[in-house]
Nanobody, 121 residues
Framework: QVQLVESGGGLVQPGGSLRLSCAAS????????MGWYRQAPGAQREMVAT???????NYGDSVKGRFTISGDNAKNTVYLETNSLKPEDSAVYYC???????????????WGQGTQVTVSS
Protein backbone atom coordinates (compact mmCIF):
# COMPACT_ATOMS: atom_id res chain seq x y z
CA GLN A 1 0.00 0.00 0.00
CA VAL A 2 1.07 3.56 -0.78
CA GLN A 3 -0.27 6.74 0.71
CA LEU A 4 0.05 10.35 -0.43
CA VAL A 5 -0.46 13.16 2.06
CA GLU A 6 -0.70 16.78 0.97
CA SER A 7 -0.10 19.78 3.19
CA GLY A 8 0.47 23.52 2.98
CA GLY A 9 -2.88 24.74 1.75
CA GLY A 10 -4.78 27.58 3.31
CA LEU A 11 -6.12 31.08 2.87
CA VAL A 12 -3.89 33.62 1.15
CA GLN A 13 -4.37 37.11 -0.26
CA PRO A 14 -4.08 37.81 -3.99
CA GLY A 15 -0.44 38.19 -4.94
CA GLY A 16 0.67 35.97 -2.11
CA SER A 17 2.44 32.62 -2.07
CA LEU A 18 2.02 29.14 -0.66
CA ARG A 19 4.28 26.12 -0.62
CA LEU A 20 2.47 22.82 -0.97
CA SER A 21 4.02 19.49 -0.04
CA CYS A 22 3.12 15.92 -0.91
CA ALA A 23 4.81 13.05 0.90
CA ALA A 24 4.56 9.48 -0.33
CA SER A 25 4.93 6.60 2.10
CA UNK A 26 4.46 2.86 2.18
CA UNK A 27 5.87 -0.10 0.28
CA UNK A 28 7.59 2.01 -2.36
CA UNK A 29 10.13 0.54 -4.73
CA UNK A 30 10.20 3.35 -7.26
CA UNK A 31 8.30 6.53 -8.07
CA UNK A 32 8.19 7.27 -11.79
CA UNK A 33 6.48 10.64 -11.60
CA MET A 34 4.52 12.90 -9.30
CA GLY A 35 2.29 15.81 -10.03
CA TRP A 36 -0.21 18.36 -8.84
CA TYR A 37 -3.75 18.66 -10.15
CA ARG A 38 -6.48 21.01 -9.06
CA GLN A 39 -10.24 21.18 -9.22
CA ALA A 40 -12.49 24.13 -8.49
CA PRO A 41 -16.21 23.69 -7.75
CA GLY A 42 -18.11 22.89 -10.94
CA ALA A 43 -14.93 22.81 -13.01
CA GLN A 44 -12.92 20.11 -14.71
CA ARG A 45 -9.85 18.81 -12.96
CA GLU A 46 -6.74 20.25 -14.58
CA MET A 47 -3.05 19.50 -14.53
CA VAL A 48 -0.98 22.06 -12.69
CA ALA A 49 2.54 20.64 -12.77
CA THR A 50 4.32 17.31 -13.04
CA UNK A 51 7.85 16.03 -12.50
CA UNK A 52 9.34 12.65 -13.38
CA UNK A 53 12.24 10.64 -11.99
CA UNK A 54 14.57 12.37 -14.45
CA UNK A 55 13.52 15.77 -13.07
CA UNK A 56 11.74 16.72 -16.27
CA UNK A 57 8.91 19.14 -15.49
CA ASN A 58 5.69 20.13 -17.18
CA TYR A 59 3.30 22.98 -16.34
CA GLY A 60 -0.22 23.91 -17.18
CA ASP A 61 -0.55 27.05 -19.26
CA SER A 62 -2.43 28.90 -16.54
CA VAL A 63 0.44 28.62 -14.03
CA LYS A 64 3.54 28.90 -16.20
CA GLY A 65 5.93 31.49 -14.84
CA ARG A 66 4.20 31.57 -11.45
CA PHE A 67 4.47 28.05 -10.02
CA THR A 68 7.50 25.81 -9.56
CA ILE A 69 7.49 22.06 -8.92
CA SER A 70 10.42 20.26 -7.34
CA GLY A 71 11.13 16.93 -5.69
CA ASP A 72 13.21 15.38 -2.95
CA ASN A 73 13.90 11.79 -3.95
CA ALA A 74 15.34 10.84 -0.57
CA LYS A 75 12.12 11.89 1.15
CA ASN A 76 9.70 10.73 -1.58
CA THR A 77 8.27 14.21 -1.48
CA VAL A 78 7.22 16.71 -4.13
CA TYR A 79 6.68 20.42 -3.61
CA LEU A 80 4.74 23.11 -5.40
CA GLU A 81 5.82 26.70 -4.88
CA THR A 82 2.96 28.97 -5.83
CA ASN A 83 3.59 32.68 -6.42
CA SER A 84 1.54 35.67 -7.53
CA LEU A 85 -1.62 33.84 -6.59
CA LYS A 86 -4.89 34.90 -8.15
CA PRO A 87 -8.48 34.26 -7.02
CA GLU A 88 -8.88 31.90 -9.99
CA ASP A 89 -6.17 29.71 -8.49
CA SER A 90 -8.56 28.78 -5.70
CA ALA A 91 -9.20 25.04 -5.80
CA VAL A 92 -8.54 21.77 -4.09
CA TYR A 93 -5.03 20.72 -5.03
CA TYR A 94 -4.44 16.98 -5.37
CA CYS A 95 -1.18 15.10 -5.46
CA UNK A 96 -0.77 12.18 -7.88
CA UNK A 97 2.01 9.63 -8.14
CA UNK A 98 2.78 6.65 -10.35
CA UNK A 99 4.48 4.16 -8.07
CA UNK A 100 5.98 0.69 -8.33
CA UNK A 101 5.33 -1.05 -5.04
CA UNK A 102 7.51 -3.64 -3.36
CA UNK A 103 4.51 -5.97 -3.20
CA UNK A 104 3.31 -5.51 -6.77
CA UNK A 105 4.52 -6.54 -10.20
CA UNK A 106 3.68 -3.26 -11.90
CA UNK A 107 3.17 0.44 -11.38
CA UNK A 108 -0.02 1.92 -9.99
CA UNK A 109 -1.48 5.39 -9.76
CA UNK A 110 -2.22 6.91 -6.38
CA TRP A 111 -4.04 10.08 -5.36
CA GLY A 112 -3.91 12.11 -2.19
CA GLN A 113 -6.94 13.50 -0.41
CA GLY A 114 -6.23 17.07 -1.47
CA THR A 115 -5.47 20.36 0.22
CA GLN A 116 -7.62 23.47 -0.12
CA VAL A 117 -6.10 26.66 -1.50
CA THR A 118 -8.24 29.78 -1.23
CA VAL A 119 -7.07 33.10 -2.67
CA SER A 120 -9.16 35.97 -1.37
CA SER A 121 -8.81 39.41 0.17
Amino acid sequence: QVQLVESGGGLVQPGGSLRLSCAASGTILRIYNMGWYRQAPGAQREMVATINDGDSTNYGDSVKGRFTISGDNAKNTVYLETNSLKPEDSAVYYCRADVQSKIGAGAFRYWGQGTQVTVSS
